[in-house]
């Protein structure tokens, strides 16, 4: 299996790596980006992935099953990134939780909503205010790399993780003129 | 499963109970290294009052995510009990997470509302509970068709003892007085994962 080579998805190479690390809890709001992901995993018996009502919700749900000593994710895009820093800055944060997230980035080349524009300006600023690593994904050749390593660095440094799957990587959302 | 038929038909029918009394009767129950999880509010001071046990989790902070929590450790470890703790102002902020509880069937996850019709530990503002909303009638509408309101102390140990031997999800609607609570949690948030994980079995003790 020559996962991360051209040929195989972002999709594919991302749930290969979760599942090599035994991320297998995934829980999400859902955005058309990651919906091939999203697709694969429910399609997985490896994963138990549903959708949740609000982001902080998932990110809670994953913080008590990190606790209880299973590894997740949540998914979601931009806009859903932004409801988050309540939960991130009083419980992730200093409890110490390596939550990963995986963030559709909406709002950027090319986007038609002005609401998605401006809201996704404030996702890196959360992100860098509350010294949350973040790993922009653009290139396919990078992905499993930057996967593998960064998840081993969450879980043996106890800190999130936050992953932005870039249009330049997944071909985003086009607007239909 | 599901609770015996003579509970109280709606809120108002509740006995207005005690919110320390409550919780040292649930804590008195557990036998089986339960998880308990103790929302934002004084519903996590009472339990902090009531006994530090390892398999506590005192959340800081995080108003309405202590349902969630609570689904998250009862997904991580099936064959262990976990218990909910949260207030009624808490939880009408994340009702949703009501929702994919009951979707969800968690089996192993109780939730104790404590319902004092306000939001107390920020003054005592009156909460939408103490206008209408009643937090069982709508726990039903998502699908949680185990939830009751506790008549009276007597009756809420025996549904919590019933939650803890049978199949859930259960949430049980718990009218409680504004006494304040016994004591404060402490608040140093690593510390009190630690203790937590290692309660778990997750960390070596
Ligand atoms: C998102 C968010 N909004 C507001 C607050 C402020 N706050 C902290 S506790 C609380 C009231 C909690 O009410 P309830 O759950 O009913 O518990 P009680 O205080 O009655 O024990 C509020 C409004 C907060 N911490 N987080």
Known sequence: ?177 | MAFPPNQPVSREQAKVMNRFDITKRMVALLRNEEAVIGGIGYTNFDLWGAGQRPQNFYMLGSMGLAVPIGMGVALAQPRRKVIALEGDGSILMELGSLATVAARKQKNLTVVIMDNGAYQITGGQTALTAEGADIVAIAKGCGLTQSAWAADESAFEEMIALSLREDGPWLIGCRIDSAKPVETTERDPPILKDRFMRGLGVKGS
């Open chain 1, 1 to 177: 299996m020559e996962d991360g080579t051209p040929g195989r998805a972002w999709y594919e190479i991302v749930a290969h790596v979760l599942k090599r690390h035994q991320v297998d809890l995934v829980t999400y709001v859902p955005d058309n980006v990651l919906r091939p992901l999203l697709e694969l995993v429910h399609a997985d018996p490896f994963f138990t992935a549903f959708a949740v009502a609000r982001e902080e919700e998932g990110l809670g749900i994953n913080a008590g099953a990190w606790m209880g000593g299973r590894r997740s994710i949540l998914m979601m895009q931009t806009s859903g990134f932004a409801t988050l820093a309540n939960a991130l800055a009083s419980l992730t944060v200093p409890f110490q939780i390596p939550n990963l997230m995986l963030v559709s980035e909406r709002g950027t080349m090319g986007e038609f909503n002005i609401g998605q524009q401006l809201v996704a300006r404030t996702m890196r600023p959360v992100l860098n205010t509350l010294l949350i690593e973040s790993h922009t994904l653009t290139r396919l050749d990078e992905l499993e790399f930057i996967l593998d390593r960064s998840i081993v660095q969450a879980v043996a440094t106890q800190a999130p993780c936050c992953y932005i799957l870039s249009p330049l990587l997944t071909g985003g959302k086009v607007f239909a003129a």
